[in-house]
Nanobody, 125 residues
Framework: QVQLVESGGGLVQAGGSLRVSCAASGRTFSNYAMGWFRQAPGKEREFVAAISGSGGTIHYAGSVKGRFTISRDNAKNTVYLQMNSLKPEDTAVYYC??????????????????WGQGTQVTVSS
């Protein structure tokens, strides 16, 4: 099992930027894909971005492409989500997740077995 701890959420004005981080436990971090998902009140959890173990393959949801950047530092066992040009509709709890059994990034939440506790991102208009 992988322990995941998110940090970096907060309140930001529309058009602003925020970076959230996710620190993972374990010694095999570079062997598996990581993903970011979000859930707004009253809505289902949705895919945001995912990255392969090496960082060479990345997928984004259409709603964030061009504004968000996912990256990882395997030496620090950490994955990041840089969020620029934030919109009020980006307001949600953001979760990182680990897909320990597959190295290539996938977009379905059901493929991820380990989840962090989430960090709140609020974008004011």
């Amino acid at each position: 099992q992988v322990q995941l701890v998110e940090s970096g959420g907060g309140l930001v004005q529309a058009g602003g930027s925020l970076r959230v981080s996710c620190a993972a436990s374990g010694r095999t971090f570079s062997n598996y894909a990581m993903g970011w998902f979000r859930q707004a009140p009253g809505k289902e959890r949705e895919f945001v971005a995912a990255i392969s173990g090496s960082g060479g393959t990345i997928h984004y949801a259409g709603s964030v492409k061009g504004r968000f950047t996912i990256s990882r530092d395997n030496a620090k066992n950490t994955v990041y989500l840089q969020m620029n040009s934030l919109k009020p509709e980006d307001t949600a709890v953001y979760y990182c997740a680990a897909d320990r059994f597959y190295n290539n990034p996938r977009t379905e939440a059901a493929n991820y077995g380990d989840w962090g506790q989430g960090t709140q991102v609020t974008v004011s208009s």
